[in-house]
């Protein structure tokens, strides 16, 4: 490695960052590269079930980021989209 600056050895990150689950998580699913999406991810994180409203307001996005973001990991399944417009991680 050079040692230039955002240069990283393999495997310098922590476990839980950049994509990697937390070691010994069961069924864990590494967190999408894209911040917006990490950012969904997280505000669903646990067995929680959010109005598209709701989550909105939570990560203070407009409706067409959010409509956007979440098409994307609904596609990549993993988000999942209930009646009544509740959103969960799949």
Do not use: N
């Not at 040692?3 to 994509?19: D, E, K």
């Not at 999942?80 to 959103?87: A, C, H, T, V």
């Amino acid at each position: 490695m050079s040692g230039a600056p955002g240069a990283h050895a393999p495997g310098a990150f922590a476990s839980g960052t950049c994509g990697s689950p937390a070691p010994g998580a069961p069924g864990a699913r590494p967190l999408p590269e894209d911040a917006d999406q990490r950012a969904v991810v997280l505000a669903l994180a646990g067995d929680r079930r959010l109005h598209i409203d709701a989550l909105g307001r939570e990560l203070g996005w407009d409706a067409a980021r959010l409509s956007r973001v979440l098409l994307m990991l609904e596609i990549g399944g993993q988000v999942r989209q209930w009646p009544g417009m509740q959103y969960s991680l799949a």
